[in-house]
């Protein structure tokens, strides 16, 4: 073996020719650049897009939650916040800052705006509204608010009290337009509209008075101060909020405990206290082509709580009173109807064939006559 060929190899290794390479020339370098600008056009609205979407569904998913926590507030502290304590309301519920209530995840502030040409324009919640045992007499009806956000540009809505035409058109805005008459320069793509209606959550309660010996009372939630249910044809006839405890007494005997999750009647008879003749929402059909269930319901309360004829307790020398009229005729309709179930004249055929529903025809007549007696 030749002794050089070792470092032959390396001196070949070390002193190999070294070729340069050519560089792009300016023509090439811009032509790249060219199709670099082409494909982020293209590209970059769609990445900008997506990524809109995405805060803008986090968005709607935000203020859900934030609008569930009002209403769990609502229910459970039974009181509806006003435009200066919502987002105190929410973020005491979820833990949160108020700062993370009252703007966006791109800082923009969010509005709370209130229907004023509803029930949170009454003065029983105007300024907020905290239950007592008095409840709210005002009928809780479009007790509606929105919570406008914007990922966007920043929106030109504040916290407070809107007008009737604006609010309505926020409320009746479809998903991706912008509101008639909205004086903002950004884009009905990046607002995000809650809407929210406290009126399913309010139930109505009426309490009638039979007995004027000053026996009939009630409490709520845990307030041990009870309240005398007037003996009156109008009686106590109130709103509360849904879950509200309800405690009937005869003096400071206590009858009943329940919990309002409808709207509920009860009356008070010789010191104690029955299910109403409602037991629900008062109906206000009072034609006799339909009288049946809450129709005679409508019919006998508004009867109870007419103006007494004068003339009634000398009747056929009878002494008569209106509520003592609906009782007799509540008992003679369960008479009725108990007869004619059992009766096997009164079969479904046969009242189909003549055409007769003989229940409503029972009450037709027994309206009828309440009607001639009241007179």
């Known amino acids: 073996m030749n002794s050089f060929q070792p470092f032959r190899q390396f001196r070949a290794f070390c002193f190999r020719p070294v070729f340069?390479?050519?560089?792009?020339?300016?023509?090439?370098?811009?032509?790249?650049l060219s199709v670099l600008s082409i494909l982020a056009s293209l590209?970059?609205?769609?990445?900008?897009?997506?990524?809109?979407y995405a805060v803008?569904?986090?968005?709607?998913?935000?203020?859900?939650?934030?609008?569930?926590?009002?209403v769990q507030q609502?229910?459970?502290?039974?009181?509806v916040p006003c435009a200066t304590n919502w987002a105190q309301s929410a973020a005491n519920w979820m833990a949160l800052p108020v700062s993370q209530i009252l703007t966006n995840t791109?800082?923009?502030?969010?509005?709370?705006?209130?229907?004023?040409?509803?029930?949170l324009g009454s003065p029983d919640a105007i300024n907020?509204?905290?239950q007592s045992t008095n409840g709210t007499a005002y009928p809780v009806t479009n007790a509606r608010v929105l919570i406008v956000s914007s990922i966007g540009k920043t929106l030109s809505l504040s916290n407070g009290v809107l007008d009737a035409t604006g609010f309505a058109n926020i409320w009746n805005t479809n998903p991706g337009q912008k509101p008639a008459g909205l004086t903002w320069s950004g884009s009905g793509q990046d607002l995000v509209i809650q809407r929210l209606t406290f009126t399913p959550y309010f139930k109505r309660l009426i309490l009638i008075n039979h007995f004027p010996d000053g026996s009939a009372n009630f409490t709520l939630d845990t307030n041990v101060n009870a309240v005398?249910?007037?003996?009156?044809?109008w009686g106590w006839d109130r709103n509360y909020l849904t879950g509200t405890s309800l405690g009937l007494s005869s003096n400071t005997v206590l009858q009943a405990k329940l919990v309002l999750y409808n709207d509920s009647s009860y009356v008070y008879e010789s010191g104690n206290w029955l299910a109403g003749i409602s037991n629900g929402s008062i109906g206000t059909n009072t034609s006799f082509s339909s009288m049946a269930g809450n129709g005679f319901s409508s019919a006998a309360l508004n009867f109870e709580r007419s103006t007494a004829n004068?003339?009634?307790?000398?009747?056929?020398?009878?002494?008569?009173?209106?509520?003592?009229?609906?009782?007799?005729?509540?008992?003679?309709?369960?008479?009725?109807t108990t007869w004619a179930n059992t009766s096997p004249a009164f079969t479904p055929a046969l009242q189909g064939s003549l055409g007769v529903d003989f229940n409503v025809t029972a009450l037709a007549l027994t309206l009828s006559a309440s009607s001639l007696i009241s007179r």
């Open 20 to 32: 340069k390479s050519r560089g792009f020339t300016l023509i090439e370098f811009v032509g790249v």
């Open 56 to 70: 803008w569904t986090a968005e709607v998913s935000n203020l859900s939650a934030i609008t569930n926590a009002l």
């Open 228 to 233: 005398s249910v007037p003996a009156t044809n």
């Open 310 to 336: 004068p003339a009634t307790p000398n009747l056929f020398g009878v002494t008569a009173s209106q509520q003592s009229l609906v009782s007799e005729m509540s008992n003679l309709m369960q008479i009725y």
């Open 43 to 52: 590209i970059l609205p769609v990445v900008v897009k997506r990524m809109d």
């Open 106 to 119: 791109r800082g923009n502030a969010r509005a709370y705006l209130i229907d004023t040409n509803g029930w």
């Open 74 to 79: 609502v229910v459970i502290n039974k009181s």
């Open 128 to 130: 907020g509204y905290t």
